[in-house]
């Protein structure tokens, strides 16, 4: 859980001669928009600059990769209890929805953070000081998984009670048990129903790691708060920051589109 | 004809079987026997009970009290392995209901593999096989949605064939079909009852009830009014209730 390892990768030095040529040339194009227009782009040629925000890049790609499969495990556990008959288990799985539901991701994000986070245990970081058991990352991931996959609950939920109950009755008169029925015929045609919505709140769990700015996580927003503090370029970060946005929402959702193409029936619709 | 005696030993038997969906009593001491070998065909007015019925054959739908034997089994044991029961049991329903994501082959293949962990190249072999013998070996590929209702229900058939089935229920398999390719189903169910296969068929086809079934049962308001040999309960009805049913449809 090094957020900033792999940025190794991405230094200047080991770029080929033409990629390096590359960045040399848009730096060096920024820095005159800068010295002629007074725009400050330093991302694009101040090397620090441009570390610290690859750095946020990696940590808000790092926690959305996480944290849509975690919510997407947890959505799937959640229908599953709920579904399995057992009085409790419906119970639980309704008390984590509603309560995910219903209050404030900054709020939750805290809560984790200062009050879960301050009972926990310390460890020792091997340089004679004590770190916390769990990273303000680590609690991001908690937190947004847990805030996403509520909701993931509820979409799913809304997608298995729209398979037919026809089709689900062909499944037991066929001898398939209960979960051999979820994982062959009733997610499959869930999932494909459920994907719009399932979209929109992947997006929007995209869009909320910014939360994670609150707890000090060195995610995008907080790399760029720090970038336009010392270099004096609100304006220009803002921008910076609002497309790097759009550009990640626009990769999850031409990944979504993929995946709904290839699970795509033919003289199907839902 | 052949006496019912001569037949096989019985393969269902359902003696004195109630079912209420809540205080709503839809089968009141219904009973019935079907011999290996044998096509019997109920008939019946709308509502009657004919499709919860044979639901509580293959145990999708509990019953009240009474008593269901499959293949000398209890269906309604507790201790019953309902997987056993339902390998015994194959059942079409009016509204094909086949899997819409899976291609026609899959749609066969799928309950042997995973339900009785058959070989999947054996599994693909059969399920060729039966497509071919329903008449679809061109619609291997197709999905459901691709397919014509009469198409779809005999995947449905084959599907069903191929957990290699003791007894076959068929609930208003061509209700929802035209003339056409009703015809094309009920040739299929024909030359399966024609092998020997067990077959229950709930239908409305008269004509047709009266060509393959060795026994009719007809059913009005959750009972059993009168069932014999197709040329006696049709021929002959003894009960008023029979016969205003059948100057209705006929
Ligand atoms: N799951 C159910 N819950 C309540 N009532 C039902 C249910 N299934 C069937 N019924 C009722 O039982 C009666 C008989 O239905 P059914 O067995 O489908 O008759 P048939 O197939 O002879 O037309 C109908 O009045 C129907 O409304
Ligand atoms: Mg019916």
């Known amino acids: ?270 | 004809m052949a006496s019912r005696h001569q037949l096989g030993e019985p393969v269902v038997v359902v003696a004195g079987v109630e079912k209420s969906f809540g205080s709503f009593k839809v089968l009141k001491d219904v009973g019935l026997i079907v011999r290996r070998g044998e096509t019997v065909c109920i008939i019946g007015p709308s509502g009657s009970g004919k499709s919860t019925l044979l639901r509580c054959i293959n145990g999708l739908v509990p019953i009240s009290k009474g008593s269901i034997t499959v293949a000398g089994r209890e269906v309604n044991d507790p201790r019953l392995d309902k997987l056993s029961l339902r390998r015994d049991v194959g059942i079409v329903f009016q509204q094909y209901n086949l899997f819409p994501h899976k291609s026609a082959l899959q749609n066969v293949m799928m309950a042997p593999i995973h339900v009785l962990k058959q070989d999947k190249a054996e599994v693909e072999e059969r399920a060729r096989r039966l497509l071919a013998k329903v008449g679809l070996s061109d619609k291997l590929a197709s999905y459901p949605g691709e397919l014509s209702g009469g198409q779809q229900q005999r995947v449905a058939i084959a599907r069903s064939l191929a957990m290699n089935p003791k007894v076959m229920l068929f609930d208003e398999v061509t209700a929802a079909l035209d003339p056409e390719t009703k015809k094309e189903v009920l040739v299929t169910i024909q030359d399966l009852a024609a092998e020997g296969m067990t077959c229950i068929l709930v239908t409305h086809e008269m004509g047709f009830a009266r060509e393959v079934a060795d026994h009719v049962y007809f059913t009005d308001g959750g009972l059993i009014v009168e069932h014999g040999p197709p040329a006696e309960l049709f021929g002959a009805p003894r009960e008023e209730r029979t016969k205003a049913f059948l100057d209705k449809v006929l």
């Open chain 1, 1 to 270: 859980m090094d957020p900033g390892a792999p940025l190794r990768c991405v230094r200047d030095d080991v770029a080929d001669g033409a990629t390096a040529r590359q960045i040399a040339m848009i730096a060096a194009f920024f820095e005159r928009l800068n010295e002629t227009q007074g725009l400050n782009f330093s991302v694009f040629y101040d090397a620090f600059d441009r570390s610290r925000f690859l750095t946020g890049l990696w940590t808000t790609s790092y926690i959305c990769v996480v944290a849509i499969l975690a919510s997407l495990l947890l959505g799937l556990l959640g229908v599953w209890v709920a579904g399995s008959g057992s009085r409790l288990g419906r119970l639980l799985v309704r008390a984590y929805v509603q309560f995910f539901r219903n209050t404030p991701p900054l709020v939750q994000l805290s809560f984790f953070y200062f009050a879960v986070g301050g009972l926990l245990p310390t460890v020792s970081d091997g340089f004679g000081g004590q770190s916390p058991l769990v990273s303000g990352t680590g609690w991001a991931i908690i937190a947004l998984s847990l805030f996403a996959g509520a909701f993931n609950v509820e979409i799913f939920r809304a997608g298995i009670e729209a398979v037919p109950s026809t089709t689900v009755e062909a499944a037991e008169s066929l001898g398939y048990t209960r979960l051999q029925l979820y994982i062959h015929v009733v997610l499959p045609l869930a999932f494909r129903i459920c994907l719009p919505a399932l979209n929109n709140n992947l997006v929007n769990l995209v869009k909320t790691t910014t939360l994670a700015y609150a707890i000090g996580v060195p995610e995008l927003l907080y790399a760029a708060s720090q970038i336009w503090s010392e270099s004096f370029n609100v304006r220009e970060m803002m921008n910076v920051l609002l497309v790097t946005y759009v550009l990640l929402v626009a990769v999850l959702v031409f990944v979504m589109g993929r995946w709904e193409r290839a699970m795509r029936i033919p003289g199907y619709s839902t």
